[in-house]
């Protein structure tokens, strides 16, 4: 599915990946300053409510990564959607992460300036775009959501 706009600017891909790259190493820097300092802290306890947050972001960013990395490869719409998701899980640790709220924005950032590149090569739907990115807002607040209950009750 080679098209004349594809082989002409293969750059504009690598600058989509390589932004989605980089939201994914702000999102490990943010991860490892984070579980420094609160090691740091001697009242400070890391788990569950802290070590689950930051294995959740972890996660978001390698997973955002990687759906990039394939939707640029394959160039199908299941993995630009697995992009918009990924891409809308950040917006609740934005929200509930305080002590993370700058990092998570920086990777944010990255992440929708990366997610928009590939949505505007692939022509996507906006309107559908918006809708995913909008689930996977929800569905990662529904976790953060598990994982603040199941802290405060144990």
Avoid: H
Wanted: some cysteine; proline content about 2%; hydrophobic content about 60%.
């Amino acid at each position: 599915m080679s098209t004349n706009t594809e082989s002409r600017w293969p750059w504009v891909d690598m600058l989509a990946l390589l932004l989605s790259f980089l939201a994914a190493i702000v999102t490990f820097s943010g991860v490892v300053f984070t579980y420094v300092y609160q090691t740091q802290i001697a009242k400070a306890a890391l788990w569950l409510l802290p070590g689950l947050m930051l294995i959740d972001w972890l996660f978001t960013g390698i997973a955002g990564f990687v759906a990039a990395f394939f939707c640029l490869r394959r160039k199908t719409i299941g993995w630009l959607r697995m992009t918009w998701l990924m891409t809308g899980a950040f917006i609740p640790l934005i929200i509930l992460g305080f002590s993370i709220g700058l990092w998570v924005l920086i990777a944010f950032l990255l992440a929708v300036m990366s997610t928009f590149i590939t949505a505007i090569r692939q022509k996507s739907k906006w309107l559908e775009s918006f809708g995913l990115l909008m689930l996977g807002s929800i569905c990662n607040l529904g976790v953060l959501a598990l994982i603040i209950i199941s802290a405060n009750s144990g």
